[in-house]
């Protein structure tokens, strides 16, 4: 399983683009914890295309205990797999890495919250798999 960094993002220009799930659909996922796509953003600011998926779990608050980094980690995963790469496929984008975020709460991009709990994960796509990044 993968390590993870916690990090403020940093801000950078982005392009907010329409998510082809509804964000108030809670999303699947193999914790069972509540997780809902908050934005997709298309991100060139690291020197190649990023897509950054940007989801709310609140059950990964601290104190909330019900759902741990492990179990996080897997629903990462299976959310890039999942809902990423069908995304990426279905508006045929070549991005070099695709960002997987959970957040506690909305917290606008390249803003700070410090009472926000965050997960982030980067990943590849090849033959229609995402392949974990270690940044």
């Known amino acids: 399983m993968s390590a993870f960094t916690f990090f403020t993002a940093m801000g950078c220009a982005v392009a907010a683009w329409a998510a082809s799930v509804d964000a108030q659909q809670?999303?699947?996922?193999?914790?069972?914890?509540?997780v809902y796509l908050s934005e997709v953003l298309q991100d060139e600011t690291p020197g190649a295309l990023w897509l950054r998926f940007r989801f709310?779990?609140?059950?990964?608050?601290q104190g909330a205990g019900q759902a741990d980094v492990d179990q996080a980690?897997?629903?990462?995963?299976?959310?890039?797999?999942?809902?990423a790469l069908p995304y990426v496929?279905?508006?045929?984008?070549?991005?070099a890495r695709i960002a997987i975020s959970l957040s506690d709460r909305p917290v606008p991009f390249g803003e700070a919250d410090p009472e926000a709990t965050q997960y982030f994960e980067l990943y590849s796509a090849q033959d229609a798999t995402c392949i974990w990044e270690a940044f």
Do not use: E, F, R
């Open 26 to 34: 809670q999303l699947s996922v193999p914790s069972g914890q509540p």
């Open 56 to 61: 709310i779990a609140p059950d990964i608050a």
């Open 89 to 95: 496929q279905d508006h045929q984008i070549a991005a």
């Open 73 to 83: 980690a897997g629903d990462m995963d299976h959310l890039c797999q999942s809902v």
